[in-house]
């Protein structure tokens, strides 16, 4: 699913995920308490949600400075893409409110609060298909979780570090940031990347 995001990603996880994923992290007494303060119907609720895998994505824009100052989210490129029910999801959606709202495009639902977003995310944006993508994870097609983030996308970084120009000439060589993680006869294995101009 990290794969398709838009090819000017800044950052993005991905995960696929199988049927009971979250009963198997937590007990029946943390599903209650978290039920009551959410207001959704866990775990079935969040696994609707997360579909058969899914993919929370940072576009280019984002201003780390900003974020707190956006009460509704609107302008936010931020995401959920997920790959599941799309009419079961758009309910549970539905319940959550503002400042979620979703889009879909067949089995492919996108969560988010910015609507122009959203509908970047449903296309094949391609992020797979480029260098920097290809460099950080070479075995993304094999992995059960990745993790994503490009250091040069939309100048997010340099924002981050100010006027330290310290800081900035530290980070100014680094390129994109991969994790691949996958389990082969019970075992978690990861891969760490970090790749430089």
């Given at each position: ?123 094949d944006g391609g992020l ?70």
């Open positions: 699913m990290v794969a398709t995001l838009p090819d000017d990603t800044a950052a993005a996880i991905g995960v696929g995920l199988a049927d009971g994923w979250l009963a198997g992290l937590a007990d029946d007494d943390t599903l209650a308490d978290l039920s009551e303060l959410t207001g959704l119907d866990l775990p079935d609720d969040a696994e609707t949600l997360t579909g058969r895998s899914a993919a929370l994505a940072v576009g280019p824009g984002i201003d780390p400075e900003s974020l707190m100052e956006d009460a509704d989210g609107t302008g936010v490129p931020v995401g959920l893409k997920v790959d599941g029910d799309a009419d079961a999801i758009g309910r549970v959606v539905d319940r959550l409110g503002s400042p979620f709202e979703s889009d879909s495009d067949g089995d492919v639902v996108v969560i988010g609060p910015d609507a122009d977003y959203r509908q970047q995310l449903l296309d797979g298909d480029t260098n920097v993508y290809q460099r950080a994870l070479p075995d993304s097609g094999d992995a059960a979780a990745v993790v994503f983030v490009d250091f040069d996308a939309g100048g997010w970084l340099d924002r981050l570090a100010g006027d330290d120009p310290e800081v900035a000439d530290n980070v100014e060589p680094l390129e994109a940031l991969g994790i691949s993680a996958w389990i082969v006869d019970d075992t978690a294995h990861a891969v760490v990347r970090v790749t430089t101009d």
